[in-house]
Antibody, heavy 118, light 106 residues
Framework: QVHLVQSGAEVKKPGASVKVSCKASGYTFSTYAMHWVRQAPGQRLEWMGW????????KYSQKFQGRVTITRDTSASTAYMELSSLRSEDTAVYYC???????????WGQGTLVTVSS | DIQMTQSPSSLSASVGDRVTITCRAS??????LNWYQQKSGKAPKLLIY???SLQSGVPSRFSGSGSGTDFTLTISSLQPEDFATYYC????????FGQGTKLEIK
């Protein structure tokens, strides 16, 4: 069965960067796109961007353009999301999610809490 | 960006009730509409994709309908495990989510 396992919680200072990993298992990694979604406390889900895990092409939400970088390591079946210039408003749970055939998010990681605090 | 608006934002209901949640898109999104259930502290779970297709393993009491700008999620007979927050999501142009509908026990 499909599993997406994310790295552990992070605490960062304003201005720093954070890199979250998402290790996939149970399927051929390069067959499906991977997305990143975040959820600030009490807020709605917010799409950040996605990566074509086959060729590495990416697309980012305009809101995060210039601050977010999504990469992948096909040999490790792992996707990464790096967010830079962190501010307190970036405190959130960050999720990876595997895309399905109808552009839905079929499987989700367990989430990674990133706390930005001085 | 396409805006997604759900109604109501919260809802109280009893076990056995029939419940309907509405989602409206700011422009036509054809049938590129998905529904998720999220329980406190957990990742979202896909329920319905392409407006009306039931995800494998999801109970048949969940159903979705609509196209264009107006969509509904219906739970035909509420079970105790259904009390959660529900989100719609459009995947027609990038991806945006509704603000959520919190379903609580009456």
């Amino acid at each position: 069965q499909v599993h997406l396992v994310q790295s552990g919680a992070e605490v960062k200072k304003p201005g720093a960067s954070v890199k979250v990993s998402c290790k996939a298992s149970g399927y051929t990694f390069s067959t499906y796109a991977m997305h990143w979604v975040r959820q600030a406390p009490g807020q709605r889900l917010e799409w950040m961007g996605w990566i074509n895990t086959d060729n590495g092409n990416t697309k980012y939400s305009q809101k995060f353009q210039g601050r977010v970088t999504i990469t992948r390591d096909t040999s490790a079946s792992t996707a990464y999301m790096e967010l830079s210039s962190l501010r307190s408003e970036d405190t959130a749970v960050y999720y990876c999610a595997r895309e399905g055939a109808w552009l839905h998010f079929e499987y989700w990681g367990q989430g990674t809490l990133v706390t930005v605090s001085s | 960006d396409i805006q997604m608006t759900q109604s109501p934002s919260s809802l109280s209901a009893s076990v056995g009730d029939r419940v309907t949640i509405t989602c409206r898109a700011s422009q036509s999104i054809s049938s590129f509409l998905n529904w998720y259930q999220q329980k406190s502290g957990k990742a979202p779970k896909l329920l319905i994709y392409a407006a009306s297709s039931l995800q494998s393993g999801v109970p048949s009491r969940f159903s979705g309908s609509g196209s264009g700008t107006d969509f509904t999620l219906t739970i035909s007979s509420l079970q105790p495990e259904d009390f959660a927050t529900y989100y719609c999501q459009q995947s027609y142009s990038n991806y945006t989510f509704g603000q959520g509908t919190k379903l609580e026990i009456k």
